[in-house]
């Protein structure tokens, strides 16, 4: 039953750091200080199932229109990339997102989720029990760090994992760019996607539900 059972939830990651400062040897035996400023935000869209499973995630790059040069030329996965004038996830893009991307099945699913107003719209709320088949659990605003599985573990594992990449990448000699986060983010996706890891980010938000038949069924009793 916990198969149908989803976390959705948006991240925003920084291409590069607020500011770099690494060091190195010089060709010389010279110590090298070099630094790099960057500012720049990519939002991450996941969904997560209690049972491990991922659902299809969604980039969100700031710009008009998507630039081949913002992804490695081999690339090798498909993935649904949006452009935002702001760089975070709004109605409209959202809504192509979910229409396209989002699990359907016969049976009734649950999905918690927090209030962004991208989630609210009265479109999408339709789709998802018309459509999808599901129904939406929205956290408290001020309990949402506490209670989405991808708060407690992924997102903060992920941030971990691509720190780690981008600063080995400077100190090689590589500017923090759209392609190389897209390298960076997709090579250690596995790492901190696992299903341990998943599995271990609903154990630690505490929402493993007894019984996901009950709680559809008291959800219909409410709307009637």
Known sequence: MLERVWNLDEADFKIGESKYQAYGIG???????????????????????????????LLIYKGVNLMEA????????SVPVSTSSTVFINSEIFLSWFKCNFPS??????LLLDGHSAYNMDEFMQALITEA??????????????????DCGYFGLAKQKYHAFISEGFLEGLTPSKQLFFKGYFEKK?????????????????????????????FHIQMN
């Open 27 to 57: 060709p010389v035996g010279t110590l090298n200080n070099v630094s790099y400023e960057s500012l720049e935000l990519v939002t991450v869209l996941e969904l997560i199932s209690a049972t491990g499973d991922l659902g299809k995630l």
């Open 70 to 77: 913002w992804f490695p030329q081999e690339r090798q996965i």
């Open 105 to 110: 099945s016969d049976k009734w699913q649950l």
């Open 133 to 150: 088949h599901m129904i939406p659990i929205y956290f408290p605003s001020h309990m949402t760090n506490m209670l989405q599985s991808l």
């Open 190 to 218: 596995d790492e901190s996607f696992s299903k341990r890891v998943i599995l271990g980010s609903w154990k630690k938000a505490r929402l493993f539900l007894r019984n996901i038949d009950l709680a559809i069924e008291s």
